[in-house]
């Protein structure tokens, strides 16, 4: 399963998410102007890479089934 590029790049994605929640969370724990400015944006971003990843891992899912991998 490690060989296979779609689970590198699927685990990749959801690295991405985990690393934008954690920015929104440090930013949201800050507060001040720039979290006041970003919020919705970095949500949006939060959203749309999250929506990625879950593409990407109904993909992996569904090829490994169709494999039989």
């Given at each position: 399963?490690?060989?296979?590029?779609l689970?590198?790049?699927?685990?990749?994605?959801?690295?991405?998410?985990?690393?934008?929640?954690m920015?929104?969370?440090?930013?949201?724990a800050?507060?001040?102007?720039?979290?006041?400015?970003?919020?919705?944006?970095?949500?949006?971003?939060?959203?749309?890479?999250?929506?990625?990843?879950?593409?990407?891992?109904?993909?992996?899912?569904?090829?490994?089934?169709?494999?039989?991998?």
């Open positions: 399963m490690l060989n296979d590029p689970f590198i790049v699927a685990g990749i994605a959801v690295l991405a998410v985990l690393a934008i929640l920015f929104g969370i440090g930013t949201f800050k507060g001040g102007e720039f979290n006041k400015r970003n919020a919705n944006k970095i949500m949006r971003w939060r959203i749309g890479a999250q929506f990625v990843a879950v593409l990407l891992i109904l993909l992996f899912v569904f090829i490994r089934r169709q494999t039989g991998g």
